[in-house]
T-cell receptor, first 112, second 114 residues
Framework: GENVEQHPSTLSVQEGDSAVIKCTYS??????FPWYKQELGKRPQLIID???NVGEKKDQRIAVTLNKTAKHFSLHITETQPEDSAVYFC???????????WGAGTKLIIKP | EPEVTQTPSHQVTQMGQEVILRCVPI?????FYWYRQILGQKVEFLVS????????KSEIFDDQFSVERPDGSNFTLKIRSTKLEDSAMYFC????????????FGSGTQLSVL
């Protein structure tokens, strides 16, 4: 079955700098890749997603890139702010059911 | 914006007891899911439900688990005989239809098995 690996587990960056979180997936049939932000004790919130027919997608300070050949996808956050501090999860899904297989999460810490 | 609602927010139970976690998906959504998250760990898929039947389930979703859509609005997860290792946050999620990938998550039920 699908397996999603996520790195790093913890990322600490200075406010204003960029943060990059990387994920790899195992099943080349995966076709949808969302990123979720989870604040402590709260529900996961979708922040950006990308389909397998697209290589890059951007939404203000957030961007996601997908390399289907290498089975990598990455989240890029520019001009980080204190409110970006949270745990970020990548996920991958296959087929029309959109059952998500999640990465282990990255704790992003923004230092003032 | 419409939301997925879950009740209760916290549930404490004794090992071996049955629990029912309740969810009200967004009204025009067709696909429903349960996920769980053990404290500090990744979110894990349990089961998906469409057209009044299970469409996918994971290895975690064994015979002690069941799901039901008893009426047009509720979607429940039953754990028949709870174990200590069932302690986790359980999230319900829904999505609109075949072309809508975005999952809308509920706020979760924190289950503690003692």
């Amino acid at each position: 079955g699908e397996n999603v690996e996520q790195h790093p587990s913890t990322l600490s960056v200075q406010e204003g700098d960029s943060a990059v979180i990387k994920c790899t997936y195992s099943d080349s049939a995966s076709n949808y890749f969302p990123w979720y932000k989870q604040e402590l004790g709260k529900r996961p919130q979708l922040i950006i997603d990308i389909r397998s027919n697209v290589g890059e997608k951007k939404d203000q300070r957030i961007a996601v890139t997908l390399n289907k050949t290498a089975k990598h996808f990455s989240l890029h956050i520019t001009e980080t702010q204190p409110e970006d501090s949270a745990v970020y999860f990548c996920a991958a899904s296959i087929g029309s059911n959109y059952q998500l297989i999640w990465g282990a999460g990255t704790k992003l810490i923004i230092k003032p | 914006e419409p939301e997925v609602t879950q009740t209760p927010s916290h549930q404490v139970t004794q090992m071996g007891q049955e629990v029912i976690l309740r969810c009200v998906p967004i009204s025009n959504h067709l696909y429903f899911y349960w996920y769980r998250q053990i404290l500090g760990q990744k979110v894990e898929f349990l089961v998906s439900f469409y057209n009044n039947e299970i469409s996918e389930k994971s290895e975690i979703f064994d015979d002690q688990f069941s799901v039901e859509r008893p009426d047009g609005s509720n979607f429940t997860l039953k754990i028949r005989s709870t174990k200590l290792e069932d302690s986790a946050m359980y999230f319900c999620a829904s999505r609109p239809g075949p072309e809508g990938e975005k999952l809308f998550f509920g706020s979760g039920t924190q289950l503690s098995v003692l």
